[in-house]
């Protein structure tokens, strides 16, 4: 198992990934916004759901491929870290879209729950995490990489579901100024783009 600095360590650079807005945090901010904290917080429950699916492919997937082939893995790595750049650099270019206020239809709890899941298993900035920024924190020295990456991505859930529904609750609380601001909107792209190109940068320095 990892040791407890590779934890914190983990820990910390996850949260600072989890808190940049990408498609399941959008998606429970309009829904917490539209709908209030309950909606919001069903949401953040469906999209952690999703979570469970990344991290069982990440456990069965990422284990067999450093087992086969440390350039492959190497080379998956590298497409993660093209792939932050690109959204880095897309937050920091983005014009601001207006004041349009967020309008989202009202949805039933049920159907919030399953939308939450299926926006979180095919949100690319998860499976990315998961495939080119979560094993480097793993070391087949230490035993079998699968119930590694089980531990890391079970830490993964527990700090995504805080980090969320803090989300969920802030935006509820403040759901005219959210939906109403493209300057609290902008802020949040150029603090967005600012962290992945920081984990870009930083992912690029370790060893695969």
């Known amino acids: 198992m990892p040791?407890?600095?590779?934890?914190?360590?983990?820990?910390?650079?996850?949260?600072?990934?989890?808190?940049?807005?990408?498609?399941?945090?959008?998606?429970?901010?309009t829904r917490s916004v539209s709908q209030g904290r309950g909606a919001g917080l069903v949401?953040?429950?469906?999209?952690?759901?999703?979570?469970?699916?990344h991290v069982a492919a990440a456990a069965l997937g990422i284990s067999a491929l450093l087992a086969a082939s440390a350039t492959a893995f190497t080379v998956v790595k590298y497409v993660g870290v093209a792939y932050l750049?690109?959204?880095?650099v897309r937050k920091l270019m983005r014009r601001g879209d207006g004041d349009e206020p967020i309008e989202v239809k009202t949805q039933s709890r049920r159907?919030?729950?399953?939308?939450?899941?299926?926006?979180?298993?095919?949100?690319?900035?998860?499976?990315?995490f998961f495939v080119a920024f979560l094993p480097q924190f793993t070391n087949p020295e230490a035993g079998p990489v699968g119930p590694q990456i089980l531990l890391l991505?079970?830490?993964?859930?527990?700090?995504?579901?805080a980090s969320d529904g803090t989300?969920?609750?802030?935006?509820?609380a403040l759901a005219g100024r959210v939906?109403?601001?493209?300057?609290?909107?902008?802020?949040?792209?150029?603090?967005?783009?600012?962290?992945?190109?920081g984990l870009?940068?930083?992912?690029?320095?370790?060893?695969?």
């Open 200 to 208: 870009a940068a930083w992912l690029t320095t370790e060893k695969a």
């Open 43 to 53: 949401s953040v429950l469906g999209v952690h759901t999703g979570s469970v699916v």
């Open 85 to 88: 750049v690109w959204l880095g």
């Open 179 to 197: 939906r109403g601001s493209a300057r609290v909107r902008r802020r949040l792209d150029v603090g967005s783009g600012v962290v992945y190109l």
């Open 111 to 128: 159907r919030l729950f399953w939308e939450g899941f299926v926006v979180n298993v095919l949100n690319p900035k998860t499976a990315v």
């Open 167 to 172: 989300y969920a609750m802030l935006a509820s």
């Open 153 to 161: 991505g079970l830490l993964w859930i527990v700090l995504g579901m």
């Open 3 to 29: 040791d407890i600095s590779t934890l914190a360590i983990f820990c910390a650079l996850t949260l600072g990934l989890l808190v940049v807005p990408g498609p399941a945090v959008l998606y429970i901010v």
